[in-house]
């Protein structure tokens, strides 16, 4: 196994300012040296993993593929051959706790549906590994924070898959944003949505994490997080519906419209849907609007304001390489990660208080 001494520096691609913990990563702490990479194993080989996350890891510099976990037999076989995973780094369900002996991988990524994510990333936690997980985090805020506190306990680190926050175009819009280099942010408008064509998906199934808030959702909700700087005090009001009640059944969203108040007044209207392609981001300012469309795209990101265009353009997969290196990087030299658990929990207590004031019909404080 190759190691380097600690770099003291973070390389170009890494991290800004985040909030998150500072843990003795278990994995790296009994040495002052470090893997010169991180080996990661993905834990569901869906669409994300296949199409996504696997070309990325062989595009990233600080973390590489080094193990797979699923129920398929055939998926199995297929990664085994294209990504020369040795065998010993193949895992399956009832197998998956036996990766706290295997010292290849550093880094347990769960690519799995919603309801699944509590319960994965608790047990690579307790098997002393750092943890990638894809959003939303969990279904609940009380799952969130018994994720979090698992990880803290391990003493690993947690990081979220919000790629968009790795990316030049979110920074960018960003950055106006704090440096108020517009003035103040007076209001937004935040959609993100597609159409869904599949009837039997987890997506479809509200015990599995189902419906547009929880997918979708949590876009527009970063949007109108990110683009206002600050945090939403309420949801003044929320609906809930669906188009096609024979795929979303029992009140299950497919469309979701909510209206966020934040400090100082500032109101952000979201919108996300299963039913219509939407993607974009109004951000209006004292001195002019901030339009970003589309805004969390998995390349094409760009916009326009009265300073200029905003338009760093790159192909896909990058976000999720520039993702997976930084927070690769941050385990490596011991700093707290920009996307931890605590960002994932705020998107699901806003998600919670949208699915609150729907079902009541009236305003819900955050």
Request: glycine share 10%; aromatic share 8%; with cysteine.
């Amino acid at each position: 196994m190759n190691f380097i001494s600690r770099r003291t520096t973070l390389k170009s691609l890494a991290l800004g300012a985040g909030v998150g913990i500072i843990s003795p990563f278990s994995v790296l702490s009994s040495t002052n040296l470090r893997k010169e990479k991180l080996g990661v194993a993905l834990v569901g080989l869906g669409y994300y993993s296949t199409d996504l996350l696997a070309p990325a890891l062989e595009k990233t510099e600080n973390c590489y593929l080094a193990g797979i976990v699923t129920g398929t037999p055939s998926k199995a076989a297929v990664w085994k051959t294209k990504y020369k995973i040795p065998e010993k780094n193949i895992y399956n369900y009832d197998t998956f706790d036996s990766i706290a002996e295997n010292p290849d991988i550093d880094v347990i990524y769960i690519v799995l549906p919603p309801s699944m994510h509590k319960e994965y990333v608790i047990r690579a936690a307790q098997a002393g590994k750092h943890v990638f997980c894809e959003k939303p985090m969990a279904m609940t805020v009380e799952e969130c924070q018994a994720m979090i506190d698992a990880c803290k306990q391990a003493g690993v680190s947690l990081s979220i898959g919000y790629r968009c926050q790795h990316e030049p175009n979110t920074k960018a819009f960003q950055k106006i944003v704090q440096e108020k280099s517009l003035g103040k942010v007076l209001g937004l408008d935040c959609a993100a949505g597609y159409r869904e064509n599949r009837t039997d998906h987890w997506k479809q199934k509200r015990e599995m994490g189902g419906g547009v808030i929880y997918d979708m959702g949590v876009y527009s909700i970063q949007g109108a997080r990110l683009g206002s700087g600050m945090e939403p005090i309420a949801v003044n009001s929320a609906k809930v519906w669906t188009e096609r009640p024979d795929i979303y059944k029992n009140g299950l969203g497919e469309i979701v419209e909510a209206e966020l108040e934040f400090p100082r007044g500032v109101i952000g209207t979201i919108k996300t849907s299963f039913g219509d392609n939407m993607n974009f981001l109004n951000i209006k300012c004292e001195k002019g609007m901030i339009e970003m469309a589309p805004f969390s795209a998995y390349a094409g990101n760009k916009g326009e304001s009265p300073l200029g265009e905003i338009n760093f353009p790159f192909q896909q997969p990058m976000e999720q390489v520039w993702q997976m290196d930084n927070d690769a990087q941050t385990i490596m030299d011991k700093k707290p990660q920009a996307v931890p658990g605590e960002e994932g929990l705020r998107d699901i207590r806003i998600v919670q208080a949208i699915l609150e004031s729907a079902e009541k019909g009236r305003k819900v404080m955050i």
